[in-house]
């Protein structure tokens, strides 16, 4: 790799390496930083422009290139507090007035990461989803009664500023998943879970899955799996990962043009292709010109169980407010209350 580095016109920068899985504070890269490298989402693709990345998260010198660097030559750490380099939030707005409740999204996010299938899918103590649809109604006899469908794929909590703050990253003893301050996005590292669980615990909204099995398909069924999103052995706790290994995909095309920005409809996930009501829009969130940074703005947007402080990601617009209100129906939150529909 190295080899082919220098050919391509980079001049890596790599300090001694020392066996230790427990990050040091002075420049350079632990084992584990390595396993973070090697492990991150699980997924086998990754560009030498991630590699570089990756490797600067445990604090040390990336690599420099010999003209314009990509990242001005510093680390990440020092790019997010001087502004030289490009962070994001992604999240997604999901209209609940749109949603039919067909059940698209789903299919799309098992067929896009390799989530295996029971011979009775719909026994949930089995079924293996990252995405769910939830059908809630407003409690009253027809011909008042009304229905409306909440797809919930995993909220990607931000806390209050510090990812010490998203409950599943502050439980898990073996940093098996991690708040990227760089895209916003909860990642699950496979390869580190033990299968304690802590983060299913932590976890309010119930995004999280054990696999109690070792994954399998109906014979022939194995050649429509994803070879960019890594099968998950039994043992180890999986989540929705905003398809992150599209977001990999995004950044090597802008990497080989060069270019930093990456571009909207670069990077979507399985979920919001699918939807044919075109029900949820995803992007950057704090970037004026995508338009989730717009439909968050909306008095009808409104995110689940919001009093708990664990700020995520995911929006969800409705002019109904019997809808609003079933949001934070654990904690009986009164915000919405008042809000006209």
Known sequence: MLRNARQA?????????????????????????ILHLLSHQGGPGFSFGGIVQ??????????????????????????????????YKYGMVVDLDKCTGCGACMVACMAENNLPFRKDNSDRL?????????????????????????????????GHGHHAATPCVSVCPACATDYSHETGIVSQIYTRCFGCRYCMAACPYHVRIFNWWDPTWPKGMEKYLNPDVSVRMRGVVEKCSFCYHRLQ????????????????????????????????????????????????????????????????????VSTRDWVRKAGDVYTGKKGNDVMPA
Not at 11 to 33: A, D, H, K, M, V
Request: with cysteine.
């Open 9 to 33: 016109g980079l001049e890596p920068i790599i300090p001694s390496f020392q066996y230790s899985i427990i990050p040091w504070p002075r420049p350079g890269f632990s084992l584990c930083g």
């Open 54 to 87: 990756l490797l600067s998260r445990q604090g040390g010198p990336i690599a420099k290139r010999s003209e314009a660097s990509f990242y001005e030559g510093v680390t990440m750490k020092e790019a997010h507090h001087k502004g030289h380099g490009k962070t």
């Open 126 to 158: 089995r079924s293996s989803l990252w995405m769910r649809v939830y059908k809630i109604s407003n409690g009253l006899p027809f011909p008042d009664m009304e229905i409306s469908y909440i797809p919930r794929p995993c909220q990607h909590c931000e």
């Open 249 to 316: 995909r995004a950044r090597n095309k802008a990497y080989a043009e060069g270019r930093r920005e990456i571009h909207e409809d670069e990077y979507q996930t399985a979920c919001t292709q699918a939807c044919p009501a075109g029900a949820i829009t995803f992007g950057d969130l704090d970037n004026p010109e995508h338009k989730v940074y717009e439909l968050k703005k909306s008095r009808y947007a409104f995110r689940l169980l919001e009093e708990l402080g664990t700020n995520p990601k995911v929006y969800y």
